[in-house]
């Protein structure tokens, strides 16, 4: 009988690779021109339209170090949201549509929460006849996309926000990036824009999948952040990290941001080999929204006064894991979650 296999937490040579690549472009700008100039929007894109062709393992990555750098920008919903379910769920045909600006710097998204509901696995929105109507809230970047993914009721379609029937409008976020509330109304849809076979529960657990990977680089960039600072700001005399409060607070960042790097990476890997992830994705939903905002607030409080200049780096990872968290549904919804599969 063959070993069962194990997973390996360390990166491989490949995300390795991918890693230095977001690290080196970083080291120049911080922006979303400078990955797509960097080739960083290429890496997943297929080889047959001119990428690198990795995976959801290297995406992962790429996300975490994006997130480790407090960027924000249009790459968590273009690579988590739209490329990572395209590769999965679309045909090659529709990737080569889909896919084709990506490379170039082209805007994907996914329109998935509802009011009231985050990551619905049976949407309100309807879809009958080539016909899609509905509302969806929290479309980070709809403004600006080429194409959306979103999840209704008997299936997931790619539509253009410019789409007859689209209504786009703007909604303010923490983190200052661009949000959208998106109303279809009677909106055609051809064939070739469904993906056939895809469900909203697939779309769901890759895109959290996603935001996992991005909080554990915000969670783990913040706690960097935070320990550079207290070791060089001193006070009576002595470096802040000497004083055992302080310390005990540093260590409470340090337990979320290493339990949400082992769910984060433990989801990635049993969505790769196909293996059944659901309980490891209802954990890391939870945990992210309970741990990281917390854990965010410490930092925020260990850095005094200069945490909340917007002129230095900590509000962008700050703000940033509230809006994952509002995106997710909260704590309590996503308990609730955990719950449900325990019953």
């Given at each position: 009988m063959a070993a069962e296999a194990t997973m390996d937490?360390?990166?491989?040579?490949?995300?390795?690779?991918?890693?230095?690549?977001?690290?080196?472009?970083f080291e120049r700008e911080l922006s979303w021109e400078a990955l797509v100039n960097g080739g960083v929007t290429a890496l997943p894109v297929p080889e047959r339209l001119g990428g690198d062709g990795v995976g959801l393992p290297e995406v992962a990555?790429?996300?975490?170090?994006?997130?480790?750098?407090?960027?924000?920008?249009?790459?968590?919903?273009?690579?988590?949201?739209?490329?990572?379910?395209?590769?999965?769920?679309?045909?090659?045909?529709?990737?080569?549509?889909?896919?084709?600006?990506?490379?170039?710097?082209?805007?994907?998204?996914?329109?998935?929460?509802?009011p009231g509901a985050a990551l619905p696995d049976r949407p309100s929105t309807?879809?009958?006849?080539?016909?899609?109507?509905?509302t969806k809230v929290g479309v980070g970047y709809a403004g600006q996309a080429d194409w959306m993914i979103v999840?209704?009721?008997?299936?997931?379609?790619?539509?253009?926000?410019k789409a007859g029937g689209v209504e786009v409008v703007q909604t303010p976020t923490s983190n200052d990036s661009d949000e959208y509330t998106v109303t279809?109304?009677?909106?055609?849809?051809?064939?070739?824009?469904?993906?056939?076979?895809?469900t909203a529960q697939r779309v769901n657990q890759l895109v959290l999948a996603s935001i996992g990977a991005y909080a554990d680089g915000l969670v783990a960039g913040a706690l960097r952040l935070?320990?550079?600072y207290v070791a060089n700001r001193k006070q009576f005399g002595k470096p802040l990290s000497t004083f055992q409060t302080v310390a005990a607070q540093l260590a409470e960042v340090y337990i979320a941001s290493r339990t949400i790097d082992l769910v984060a990476k433990s989801v990635v890997w049993r969505l790769s080999e196909g293996r059944d992830a659901d309980d490891d994705l209802d954990v890391l939903g939870y945990w992210v929204t309970s741990q990281a905002p917390p854990v965010m607030q410490l930092c925020h409080h260990l850095h005094g006064g200069m945490g909340m200049d917007i002129t230095y780096p900590m509000h962008r990872y700050y703000?940033?894991?509230?809006?994952?968290?509002?995106?997710?549904?909260?704590?309590?919804?996503?308990?609730?979650?955990?719950?449900?599969?325990c019953s």
């Open positions: 937490f360390d990166l491989t040579a490949t995300q390795q690779a991918v890693a230095d690549v977001v690290t080196s472009v990555t790429v996300l975490t170090e994006i997130g480790r750098h407090g960027a924000i920008t249009p790459a968590l919903a273009t690579l988590g949201f739209g490329v990572v379910p395209l590769l999965d769920l679309a045909s090659e045909d529709q990737q080569d549509r889909f896919l084709a600006g990506v490379a170039k710097g082209g805007v994907l998204t996914a329109a998935l929460n509802e309807t879809f009958a006849g080539g016909r899609l109507s509905g999840t209704a009721d008997s299936a997931v379609v790619v539509v253009s926000p279809f109304t009677d909106v055609a849809v051809e064939d070739a824009d469904v993906l056939a076979g895809a935070t320990a550079d703000s940033t894991i509230k809006d994952l968290t509002r995106l997710l549904g909260g704590p309590s919804h996503r308990l609730d979650l955990v719950g449900a599969q």
